[in-house]
């Protein structure tokens, strides 16, 4: 930057009233009398900008606190390089310099899954222990080693290793010697997936329930309407009964089901 803070006091009494210079005036006047005090007046009129980028990144990972002093930061970088000459607004040249910042942070700083605060902060205080005792015991210290030195327990000290993982994400395509085996494996292939005989069963059980809570005559309108797949004049004829009469079983039968379904959710 070439921000002077060696200006005096008396220097500002060169400077008109800041109330009475537009943006572009001021922009002008910082560029030929880099002080602090226009400085600070650009920032504040522009504050707003820092604001509004930085909700965009709400609830992803990183306090809001933080993400505005890095936005906060990146506008003061913005004024610093603005160049009224090139003719675009200050608003459009800030914009991409702040995100750029942000971005930067969160490459630096965010977790791809969200973690407690507590947690990250054990997990930084971890790698720098590691490599303190590393030098002093001239070994690779042991989980015992690092909780005495942070005083906390081995169990907090293997969680917080274990969301370490979560900071960046890994790629599935990820391979891992496969000792004895000719061909290495990839992590994809060690990421399990829903059984889908748990949906199979869990269906099975619940048609089952329901149809106690049915009648003889209900339970062949269901057998044969919805398992064997005949219409609704096929069922009539076999029962002796018309259509429409039917075509009321089935809805009373859903109806039975949606109840049950209820009680299962509750």
């Known amino acids: 930057m070439h921000t002077s803070f060696s200006k005096k006091e008396s220097d500002l009494k060169e400077i008109p009233p800041m109330d009475s210079l537009s943006d572009k005036e001021l922009f002008l006047l910082y560029k030929d009398n880099r002080h602090v005090y226009i400085r600070n007046e650009l920032v504040k009129r522009h504050l707003f900008i820092a604001e509004i980028l930085s909700r965009k990144y709400l609830n992803k990972g990183i306090d809001y606190e933080d993400i505005y002093q890095v936005a906060s930061l990146g506008l003061i970088y913005a004024i610093e390089r603005f160049d009224t000459e090139r003719g675009y607004e200050f608003s459009s ?5 702040i995100i750029g910042e942000i971005k930067k942070y969160f490459r630096d700083k965010g977790w791809s899954i969200r973690v407690p605060r507590r947690i990250q902060e054990l997990s930084k205080k971890i790698n720098t222990t590691k490599s303190t ?20 327990t081995e169990e907090e000290v293997i969680e917080a290793m274990e969301a370490n993982q979560v900071y960046t994400p890994k790629s599935l395509d990820l391979t891992y010697d496969n000792e004895g085996e000719d061909k290495d494996i990839q992590f994809m292939d060690l990421i399990g997936e829903p059984d889908k005989m748990f949906d199979f069963i869990e269906n099975r059980d619940f048609i089952y329930q329901a149809m106690e809570k049915l009648n003889e005559v209900e339970r062949i309108v269901l057998q044969d309407r919805f ?27 859903i109806e039975k089901f949606k109840k049950e379904l209820k009680k299962t959710m509750m």
């Not at 040249?93 to 310099?97: E, K």
């Not at 009964?241 to 039968?253: A, F, G, H, L, Y």
């Open 93 to 97: 040249f800030a914009t991409p310099t």
């Open 133 to 152: 005792l590393q030098q002093e015991l001239q070994r690779t210290p042991k989980i015992k080693d690092i909780a005495e030195y942070l005083n906390c």
């Open 227 to 253: 398992f064997e797949n005949k219409t609704q004049m096929q069922v009539a004829t076999t029962l002796q009964v018309s259509q429409m009469t039917v075509s009321r079983m089935e809805k009373k039968i």
